[in-house]
């Protein structure tokens, strides 16, 4: 799969490529704070891109979702709505040998189907609409396997301060799983697993990696979400807050894309 070439120029604005044509799949929601100046409207479309252009991040070529208190309101009721299920998620964070860097894992049991949590996590152009703190999730290009997607994360912090993160991301869909020797290969991984990986291209944080784990067959009624994470946090950032953040935050993500998935199985 060719892989997009990608830039952020001085002005806040992405250069993007032609998109190739194809049906895709949301990503995950990636959360880091570095504080940003600015505040964008979260964009609702997917579409395909033409010849490469210059997109201004909240400019009037992005469809934008509701003001700053719009977005704050959605994202409360959101995080009202999931009730009691971050509890059931479990998070854990470790150091690893590289200076700064963290691996984060998270896990929770979703009552529905794994096909339809992957289609739930591969819905790019609702992303936003049922995980909070996205600004801005934009689909820059669909490929046949996976995405390339533009987001900007917010949230606030209990000392009063608002942060902004803004990371552009390639997915890539595993239907069976990522191979064997894969830093996201779980050893203990029994039955069917896929992967849906993502990968900064560019963005505010010194490294962000990570995928979406699912374990559990199209037949059976529930399956086990994980979440993986590695990020190291710009070196003038405490890594102890962003990371405590981050894990509140992945907590009620899972939350949200077990509600989500589970509301869609009553559907059917």
Known sequence: ??????????????????????????????????????????????????????????STENEEVGSLEERHERDEKL???????????????????????????????????????????TSYETLH????????????????????LLQIGEANTAVGFRFKAKVLLKIEEHVNGVNEGHKFRRETEEGRVRDITFDQLEGDFREYEGTWKILGGDLEESCKLVYMLRVKPQPWLPVSLVMMKVSQEVKVNLACVRMQAEATKVQV
Do not use: Q
């Open 129 to 148: 609409e049922f995980i909070p703190g996205l600004a801005v999730n934009e689909c820059v290009e669909r490929t046949e396997r996976g995405a390339t």
């Open 1 to 58: 799969m060719a892989k997009a070439l990608h830039s952020f120029d001085g002005t806040g604005r992405v250069r993007v490529p032609a998109a190739r044509s194809g049906l895709g799949p949301p990503s995950c929601s990636s959360r880091g704070w570095t504080a940003l100046g600015r505040h964008y409207g979260a964009t609702r479309t997917c579409r395909r891109v033409p010849a490469p252009r210059t997109l201004a991040l909240g």
């Open 79 to 121: 995080k009202a709505a999931v009730g009691d299920f971050p509890e059931s998620v479990t998070v854990s964070v470790t150091s690893l040998p590289s200076r700064n860097l963290r691996e984060l894992v998270a896990s929770t049991h979703i009552n529905a189907p794994a096909n339809m949590v992957w289609d739930t996590l």
